[in-house]
């Protein structure tokens, strides 16, 4: 079963290496997507593939790499896209 979502993730999240944490692992558990740093200081990042895999990746994003502080974390459905990879977007 599929399972596409959208998370704003608030806290100390950049500048701590955040994205390429999300990123080496979303590729670890075969999630597509892309993440981003978002110009209030959140990240936005969009996850999708197999439910299990999707819902391990959001319990990563819910701890973060050593350096970060999470301190939200919003959580919305989406509908699945069929990406094929997943990508660190630059504003």
């Known amino acids: ?3 596409s979502v959208r998370l704003y993730i608030k806290g100390l999240v950049q500048g701590v290496f955040f994205r390429a944490f999300v990123k080496e692992n979303a590729e670890r558990y075969n ?3 892309f993440i981003r740093n978002l110009e209030d200081g ?3 990042t969009f ?3 197999d439910f299990k895999d999707v819902d391990k990746l959001i319990e990563l994003c819910k701890k973060g790499p050593r350096h970060s502080k ?3 974390i919003e959580i919305k459905k989406e509908v699945f896209q ?3 990879n997943f990508k660190v977007l630059h504003i």
């Open 1 to 3: 079963m599929k399972k």
């Open 31 to 33: 999630v597509k997507g």
């Open 42 to 44: 959140r990240i936005e």
């Open 47 to 49: 996850l999708e593939g």
């Open 70 to 72: 999470i301190g939200d």
């Open 82 to 84: 069929g990406l094929k």
